[in-house]
């Protein structure tokens, strides 16, 4: 006998704004880069090397969209004494691949982003000291604000700029995406031997040095050159 059922989850994965597009770029995985930038690793005490690329992941819905123009408002995070700010250039996946080589891993890149990646550090840290997962520290809701896409189409292949971000009208970290330690297509390549990348994957891509607490109300405004500008306030 036929009957009508009701969904159990109504599952929604967040879509982001495309540049020039009518169409979204649906967020499909969030996988985040760890201390990528020389000068970040030692403000957390490690010595930069060029060791294999580490990752953790956030979920979907630690995405936030940050409009152009527009200051976004999100709740303060709970249990936290220590809440941090970490700007990054955010890869777009357009394509699926596995184990790509680092000569056709920009072949993968539907476009870029301009993102943060927010972080408990306190919790984050408690968490490594006794050898337990980061994730109450990173993978919380509206921890990973993201400005629109741009297609690589109409940016070119991103390997510089200024990245920047000021809390409170101070800026706090201020650095060129020259300085990763991994490039853009070294991650792709790395990353894709650990998890098949598919269209709608997005890549956090490492902060620069500055990193530091954030107030409630507090806005921070994050800027890259050729993107536009973020602005949320946790409160």
Same mark, same amino acid.
């Given at each position: ?7 159990? #989850? ?14 979204? #770029? ?15 690793? @030692? ?6 090397? @060029? ?17 152009? $123009? ?7 995070? &709970?249990?936290?004494? +220590? ?7 955010? &890869? ?27 972080? @408990? ?9 006794? *050898? ?7 993978? #919380?809701?509206? $921890? ?7 297609? @690589?189409?109409?940016?070119?292949? !991103? ?5 920047? &971000?000021? &809390?409170? *009208? ?16 070294? !991650?792709?390549? +790395?990353?894709?031997?650990? #998890?098949?990348?598919?269209? $709608?994957? !997005?890549?956090?891509? *490492? ?7 954030? +107030? ?20």
């Amino acid at each position: 006998m036929a009957t009508n059922m009701t969904p159990l #989850f109504d599952i929604h994965n967040p879509e982001i704004p495309i540049v020039g597009e009518s169409h979204s #770029f649906p967020v499909r995985r969030v996988y985040c880069v760890g201390r990528n930038y020389a000068a970040h690793a @030692r403000e957390m005490g490690f010595d930069p090397d @060029r060791d294999p690329p580490f990752f953790f992941c956030k979920p979907a819905s630690a995405i936030v969209y940050c409009p152009p $123009g527009e200051a976004v408002d999100c709740p303060y995070p &709970v249990k936290t004494s +220590n809440f941090h700010h970490e700007i990054e250039l955010v &890869v777009a996946i357009g394509s699926s691949g596995k184990d790509v080589p680092i000569a056709q891993a920009n072949e993968l890149i539907y476009g870029y982003g301009l993102g943060l990646d927010m972080t @408990r550090r306190d919790l984050q840290i408690s968490m490594r000291d006794i *050898g337990r997962p980061w994730e109450i520290g990173k993978a #919380f809701d509206n $921890g990973a604000p993201l400005g629109q896409i741009y297609p @690589r189409s109409t940016t070119g292949l !991103i390997e510089s700029g200024t990245i920047a &971000v000021s &809390v409170g *009208g101070e800026t706090r970290q201020n650095s060129n995406v020259t300085h990763l330690i991994w490039s853009i297509p070294e !991650i792709i390549s +790395n990353l894709s031997t650990l #998890f098949e990348l598919q269209s $709608g994957d !997005i890549i956090y891509t *490492g902060t620069p040095d500055g990193v530091g607490h954030v +107030n409630a109300g507090e806005q921070l405004i994050g800027s890259m050159q050729g993107l536009a500008d973020i602005s949320i306030t946790y409160g």
